[in-house]
């Protein structure tokens, strides 16, 4: 997509563009990698560390509007996840527009921290107060991290997931391991269930796992594998829309469920958290890359 107006400098190698339809984006081109992250929903889209392919699943049908979350990368789904409570899907954060805070570069990483205005926030919520910040921490992994504090009077409920679209070669010779013996609620029956080995994508799946996850492992055919470490969690969303819903739904290619698979750090279903007056919660995930020869 063509890029209008004149790259705003951020610092070295990182600048700020405008899109041709006025949707923001931070671009990085740095030594280890590059990435680009959305002003608007601070959501990052892409970050490739170079020799290698990239970390994050973005679809190739998306055409980056403004006003509407992107299909890929890694959408902030808070202060809710789901249909949780009422308003937009997945809560306010991945359809408002952010502020950067900080940007700083070294040899080894770029980070970037991007916060959502107190305004924006009493705006949509005007029962809550809250401060929330992402930083993204950019290197040959990417580390993700949400932080959430309650900054009223009352307790305040949370739940939240930093969506993760992962890329597969090919869904039917991919798995997740790290969840075996653990409980899941059955998003599309609603029953709780207990996995039984790795996870294998055979048909739709929208599952939130609980209990002492960890780090989890996407095998990915032969071409290696993509493991994601969660902290700050106890739960962890596994979803894939399978032929049906791909068809149906919005930017996303009818057979493009065959090279995605979302693992998603979260505190959703019975992880879902009430933050007490002035605790904070920071919800993190690691995403490294190894190919078989590693």
Not at 71 to 78: A, H, S, Y
Not at 129 to 148: A, I, P, Y
Not at 238 to 244: F, K, L, M
Request: glycine share 8%; aromatic share 6%.
């Amino acid at each position: 997509m063509h890029e209008q107006n004149q790259p705003h400098r951020l610092a070295q190698g990182v600048v700020l563009v405008c899109n041709a339809h006025g949707r923001e984006f931070i671009e990085i081109t740095h030594s280890l990698l590059c990435a680009r992250i959305s002003i608007e929903g601070a959501q990052i889209i892409s970050h490739v560390p170079v020799g290698q392919e990239p970390l994050l699943w973005l679809s190739p049908e998306e055409p980056e509007l403004p006003g509407i979350p992107l299909r890929g990368g890694i959408p902030l789904c808070w202060p809710w996840f789901g249909d949780d409570r009422q308003g937009p899907a997945h809560g306010i954060a991945r359809i408002s527009k952010w502020e950067i805070e900080d940007v700083a570069v070294s040899e080894s990483s770029v980070k970037i921290i991007l916060v959502l205005p107190q305004a924006e926030i009493t705006r949509q919520l005007p029962a809550e107060q809250w401060e929330l910040k992402v930083e993204f921490l950019l290197g040959d992994e990417l580390e993700v991290r949400l932080t959430s504090t309650n900054c009223g009077t009352q307790p305040q409920p949370l739940s939240q997931a930093l969506h993760t679209y992962l890329p597969v070669s090919d869904i039917h010779h991919s798995r997740v391991v790290g969840l075996n013996s653990l409980s899941y609620v059955d998003q599309l029956t609603g029953k709780v269930n207990e996995q039984q080995g790795d996870v294998q994508i055979t048909e739709e799946v929208d599952r939130i796992y609980f209990g002492d996850i960890g780090t989890l492992r996407l095998l990915d055919g032969d071409s290696g594998r993509i493991d994601v470490e969660c902290a700050g969690s106890c739960s962890s969303v596994i979803w894939n829309p399978w032929q049906d819903k791909a068809r149906r739904l919005k930017h996303f290619p009818s057979e493009g469920y065959r090279q995605m698979l979302c693992i998603e750090t979260a505190n959703a279903g019975p992880d879902a958290r009430h933050l007490q007056p002035c605790e904070t919660q920071v919800l993190t995930t690691r995403i490294s890359r190894y190919h078989r020869s590693d």
